[in-house]
């Protein structure tokens, strides 16, 4: 509950940071900013290595990397949420990345288990989902809240209201392959030193709920374990993180300045991809004669997933791109979430169901028969109504193209319906 109230704040919250942003695209000729953000800090100690606290290891980290940065690139600006052992609040970490318009936001921490047996790094994206063995995780990592003079500004968010997390996620679902993929590449390089990586993940954390910008959270190691938590403190182990968090960065700010259209000094010009001209791609990666919520196991963690139902069957479908190279990324990251049977989905834009098919919305089920107009709807109109067994089934809008379904879709779900669907329809009735 209290949903309406988080809506509200976080709209307004995006709407700022949209138009003083100007979203994903008025990034692009500017400068690059990376904000860089040692955990904890003063009071906040952290958690409690063998050798050295993790406030003072991820300090000398951060600090390290932004320096390999700022040696090596001109064009990139790089921010420290702190300099020094001085404590933060949370919010104001985030505040300092929207205000300096980041384009990547990087939280170093170190984990710390009671299980001193634990270790390897872990590098997390904001996600939907928190999973199982990420709880300890985020508990510690949020628990600086309570340290905090403004707990007002936190309380307002409840993790376990599964629908104000579903709002934060498509907020940030903007950012989130690009978080994946700077995800991806830290890990990569710390396997690449010999190091043991738990990989990437998803989970919330405050820190990176207010970004407008793709946001990692990086677990540097265990501290708790005497062999990972000695290395965090040498000198080469510190250096050697730093490292290579600055090989990551170098890759994916490579690839972003590709993307940007600008060529990169060191690197012959190439062919820009094209999209597939009235195409669009995704990837279908699960048929199941059940609707699965988006936090259901079945779905491994994917989100931003569109289901479509059509006769007894749903589909799951994932991504939605037109080009090729990205078709291909979204299919192997379907694969690697353990679809092995996941298969590339083409669609014609604008193509037209035939005869008297048509898509609606199915917003909501349930075993009461609700009038037209009633204030379950959230101002839905025209709302059919199908029973089935003793379930009656709500129905929103009727269109003919999935483009015009999809943007049905948004609509509704912006109503507060999270877990509406698309429909295929023959008139009236569910497609046979
Ligand atoms: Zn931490």
């Not at 949020?142 to 579903?166: C, H, M, T, W």
């Not at 290395?231 to 890759?251: I, M, P, V």
């Not at 791109?321 to 679809?339: H, M, Q, W």
Request: with cysteine; net charge positive.
């Amino acid at each position: 509950m209290g949903l309406t109230r988080i809506c509200k704040q976080i709209l307004t919250g995006f709407l700022i940071l949209t138009l003083s942003c100007g979203y994903l695209t008025a990034q692009k000729k500017s400068n690059f900013v990376i904000v860089i953000d040692p955990g904890h800090g003063g009071k906040d100690i952290g958690a409690r290595g063998v050798v050295e606290n993790e406030k003072d290891i991820v300090l000398d980290v951060s600090l390290r990397f932004g320096q390999l940065i700022e040696k090596n690139f001109k064009d990139v600006k790089v921010i420290y949420t702190r300099k020094s052992d001085v404590f933060l609040e949370l919010w104001e970490r985030a505040r300092i990345a929207n205000h300096n318009h980041a384009n990547l936001f990087v939280s170093i921490h170190c984990n710390s288990a009671a299980n001193r047996s634990a270790y390897g790094s872990e590098t997390f994206v904001m996600g939907l989902r928190r999973m199982e063995e990420n709880m300890e995780v985020s508990k510690r990592e949020n628990s600086v809240i309570l340290l905090e003079g403004d707990q007002e500004r936190y309380q307002k968010f409840d993790p376990n209201d599964e629908e104000a997390v579903i709002l934060f996620e498509i907020m940030h679902s903007a950012y989130l392959d690009q978080s994946i993929k700077f995800a991806s590449l830290v890990e990569d390089e710390f396997v690449k030193n010999g190091r043991s990586s738990r990989g990437v993940k998803q989970n919330i954390f405050h820190v990176l709920r207010e970004n407008a910008s793709p946001s990692v959270l990086v677990e540097l190691g265990f501290i708790s374990n005497q062999d990972e938590g000695t290395y965090l403190s040498t000198n080469k182990g510190k250096q050697e993180r730093a490292d290579a968090l600055f090989e990551a960065f170098k890759k994916y700010k490579k690839e972003y300045d590709e993307m940007d259209g600008r060529i990169v000094e060191d690197d012959k010009p190439k062919e820009v991809e094209k999209p597939v001209m009235g195409k669009s791609f995704k990837i279908q990666f699960l048929v199941s004669k059940n609707k699965y919520s988006p936090s259901a196991k079945q779905l491994n963690g994917l989100t931003n997933i569109e289901i479509v139902q059509v006769g007894d069957v749903y589909k799951y479908y994932y991504g939605n791109t037109s080009l090729p190279s990205e078709r291909d990324e979204l299919l192997n990251y379907v694969i690697r979430k353990g679809f092995k049977d996941a298969f590339v989905v083409e669609f014609t834009s604008n193509e037209k169901l035939t005869g008297s098919q048509n898509y609606r919305i199915q917003f909501l089920a349930s075993n009461k028969r609700y009038r037209d107009r009633d204030g379950k709807f959230g101002g839905l109109k025209n709302v059919l109504r199908i029973k089935s067994g003793k379930t009656h089934f709500y129905y929103y809008g009727s269109t003919k193209t999935y483009e015009d379904a999809q943007k049905e879709l948004k609509f509704v779900q912006g109503r507060g319906f999270k877990n509406a669907i698309i429909v295929i329809f023959d008139g009236k009735k569910l497609l046979e």
